[in-house]
C-alpha cells in the first residue's frame, strides 16, 4: 500500500503539469498531432511511472517484434499490464481496454491520446464496431496495436490462462498483418494492497510471430488455440519459475512461497 501512495505523491506535480501541458490537448485532438509525437511523450511519461512503481522489469524476445505493422496479444494478470508493454515498444503503440478505463481520470485521456479504443463488454454491436477500427488502423498502416483476448483479468496468476475470445484475432486476419503472441507475468502484485516490496520483478517476453503465410486458412478459433497454447506453455515453464526465482533472490524473508515447508 505504501509504495502506491508514495508512487502518486511523486508522481502527483508533474502528472498534473503534464495534463495540461499536452495530455488534454492530445485526448481532444489527436488528429493535429502526428502519432510517433504524441507516441513519445506518452511511453516517456508511463516509463516514469513505472519507475516510480518500482517495477523491476525483464524484457525478452524484442528480436521477435516485426519491423513493420503488428498486432500483440498478450495474457492478463493485472490492471498495470499495458505500462509492461511501454518499456518494450518503441515505434507507436495502441490498446483496446475496457470501457470503464474511458471516464478514469487521467488513464482514459492518456489512452485517448495514443489512438486507444474502449470496448464495451456487454455491447456486442459496439464491439463489431470497435474492432472494425481495429481492422482499418491495421490496413492503414497507423500504429501497432495490443490486444488482451481473455477480455478481463485472470484473478489468480497460479490459474491457467482464461479462454482468448476468437473474436478478438480476427482485425489481424482480415488486415493481413503478423500475430505477435505476448507474454506477460507479475504485474499482480504492483497495485495489491498486501504487497509492499523494495521492487516489483516484471516479466514480458515477444514470442515468434505467426506471419499471414502461416495462419492463412485456418479459423480464428485455431489461431486462437495456438496463440493460447504457446503464451501457456511460455507462462507455466519459463515465466512463473523465473518470477519465482527473482522473487525468493530480492524478498527472502518476505515471499509467501518461501515459507511454504
Known amino acids: 500500500m505504501w509504495h502506491i501512495i508514495r508512487a502518486a505523491l511523486l508522481l502527483c506535480p508533474s502528472l498534473i503539469w503534464d495534463y495540461f501541458a499536452w495530455i488534454l490537448k492530445y485526448s481532444k485532438h489527436p488528429e493535429k498531432y502526428p502519432i510517433e509525437k504524441r507516441y513519445f511523450r506518452t511511453r516517456k511519461l508511463i516509463r516514469s511511472v513505472n519507475r516510480k512503481l518500482r517495477m523491476d ?14 498486432c500483440f496479444f498478450v495474457n492478463h494478470l493485472g490492471a498495470v499490464d499495458p505500462l509492461l508493454l511501454f518499456e518494450a515498444m ?17 488513464v482514459g485521456r492518456i489512452f485517448t491520446g495514443i489512438n486507444g479504443l474502449f470496448l464495451d463488454r456487454s455491447d456486442l454491436k459496439q464491439q463489431l464496431k470497435v474492432m472494425m477500427k481495429v481492422e482499418a ?13 481473455e477480455g478481463t483479468r485472470n484473478k489468480d496468476p497460479m490459474n491457467r ?10 482485425p489481424a486476419v482480415k488486415a493481413g498483418v503478423p500475430i ?9 502484485r504492483i497495485l495489491n494492497m ?7 520483478p516484471t516479466y ?9 503465410e502461416e495462419y492463412q486458412g485456418k479459423t480464428t478459433d485455431e489461431i486462437a488455440a495456438i496463440v493460447q497454447s504457446r503464451i501457456q506453455k511460455e507462462v507455466s515453464f519459463v515465466a512463473k519459475p523465473l518470477d519465482h526465482k527473482r522473487m525468493s533472490e530480492l524478498h527472502d524473508k518476505y515471499y509467501r512461497f518461501n515459507k511454504i515447508k
Request: charged content about 25%; hydrophobic content about 35%.
Open 57 to 70: 522489469p525483464v524484457i525478452e524476445g524484442k528480436e521477435n517484434i516485426p519491423d513493420g505493422i503488428a
Open 90 to 106: 518503441e515505434r507507436p503503440t495502441t490498446y483496446v481496454a475496457k470501457i470503464e478505463l474511458m471516464k478514469t481520470p487521467f
Open 137 to 149: 488502423s491495421l490496413k492503414n498502416k497507423e500504429c501497432n496495436w495490443v490486444i488482451y483476448p
Open 161 to 170: 490462462l482464461l479462454e482468448f475470445h476468437k473474436g478478438t484475432f480476427r
Open 180 to 188: 505477435v503472441p505476448v507474454v506477460s507475468y507479475g504485474s499482480f
Open 194 to 200: 498486501k504487497h509492499n516490496y523494495k521492487k516489483y
Open 204 to 212: 514480458v517476453k515477444f514470442l515468434p510471430p505467426i506471419y499471414p
